[in-house]
């Protein structure tokens, strides 16, 4: 994962993500040519869209010269080797936080939604992105986003489903690294899954693998390799899974107490998500566990 943010020349540390920064473009264009030597396929884009920017609708991430597609524009120009997957959701860009459009009682809306998401997603692919990775939670979007990427020419643009996706406790540091954890009343659990259910993720995957989605997601990573396993015997599709950012700060607060070392722990974590039958991890430790891996 890259955070970007506006500005030039500009390097945000994230306190709740340590050692993760958010990055201006310019820099961000440096730091997409460390996963390039690394052997790393492929960067996670997430931007901290500035205040003024954000709205009730969300409809900067409609805009095509938006913080996102600034980002996707230079890093493709600069380092066309990297692959780039971008997060489709309104949080980044919503007043309140929440991944989708709100009715008067804030409850979010699923269809009027999914409209909303299938423009940030050729909003996208029109920049350049190479994986659409919808992590909105919302139904239908798969098969939407899919057939408009099909009639808009953007046929080869890869989606990766982030189709069980949990309301989770883990995204604490993620909302800090957006800016929209301040901005969050509530919770998500009108269309994120209930932590207690391992049946519905089944169903989630087949849904969104029969609309269209060529990989799916399983997040949070470690406290859900049950569902890994699961997803991967009963579809055998490539699954990956998200380590989220409450995984990473735990790991990083363990090592820093002295209650674990750093190295050991980042390997350890991510060979258990490869036994669970992940195709690929999305983590933060990416460079580092790319380097140890490289001696
Ligand atoms: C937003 C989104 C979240 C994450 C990825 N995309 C947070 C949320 O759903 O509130 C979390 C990733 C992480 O914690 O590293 N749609």
Known sequence: PLFVTAGSNTEEPIPSLPGVSRWSVDLAVARAKEPVAAGIPCLALVPNTQADKRSDDGEEALNP???MCQAIRAIKDAVPQIGLLTDVALDPYTVHGQDGLLDETGYVVNDATVDALVGQALNQAAAGADIIAPSDMMDGRIGAIREALEAEGHANVQIMSYAAKYASAFYGPFRDAVGSGGLLKGDKKNYQMDPANGAEALREVAL?????ADSVMVKPGLPYLDIVARVKDAFDVPVFAYQVSGEYAMIEAAAAAGAGDRDALVL?????????GCSGVLTYHALHAARLLNG
């Open 65 to 67: 010269d938006n913080l």
């Open 268 to 276: 350890e974590t991510l060979m258990a998500f490869k036994r669970a």
């Open 208 to 212: 969104d693998l029969a609309e269209g």
